[in-house]
């Protein structure tokens, strides 16, 4: 499979896990507005063709439109773009039902097709699996590496190690891992506690010797911002330590501003 050109991207970074239910939608998109949030111009391609969520936690909609120069991304309310296969539905239960094949092509429209315009980071959102997407996307995108999103269970690193062997066997970067739901912490004696019982994360991280980007807590403003589309209004002293660590991870595009 042929390599696509880079464009006028700075970094192309992928996120995702293998499992499904852990969160990869929700921390591509949180940092995504972390990196925005600090003046940084950034896009997001939802690559998880049947059971695309970004848009709905971007608060964006189609349709897509193409004036001769590419497919114009939808744009969120921080400046954020967005290509999704939510933009080419009538509606939002309208299932994605295509072969392989199709998606492997819609992948590459995404990517390639796509007037981007310059940025400083293209965070591509995975779904769950090692099958047609990651390939396509390992193998004709010129990402720099990927970020793994783990939740403490066992469970979830079993399947997580699936995903980063596969990355390996196919010599993409080990960016780093973000533990997601790490914690809860009680609003009335902030007592923290992990709801999972002890991780299974920082083994994982010693077995493949990536860093831990950062642990983001179980909080329900998370929720409540992306079903109403407003996961631009999330910030935290976790996720401003995450992404720290994943600008060191990369080495900034540009100096960082606050917005």
Known sequence: MQRMEKGDIDHIVVIGS???GVGKSTVTSLIATSLRRRGLSVGVLDADITGASIPKLFGVRGPLLDRGEGIVPAVSADGISVVSSQFLLDDDPTPVVWRGPLVTRLIMQFFGGVNWGHL??????MPPGTSDVPLTVFQSIPIEG??????PQELSSLIVRKAMNMARELHVPLLGVVENMAFFVCPHCQTETEVFGPSAVPAVVKEYGVPL???LPIEPTISTLGDSGRVREYDSDALR??????LRTLGPAVHPTTL
Do not use: C
């Open 241 to 246: 330590a995450v992404t720290d660590a994943f």
């Open 213 to 215: 980007l950062g642990r």
């Open 120 to 125: 400083d980071y293209l965070l591509i959102d």
């Open 18 to 20: 293998g499992k499904g």
């Open 146 to 151: 990927m970020v793994f999103v783990l939740t």
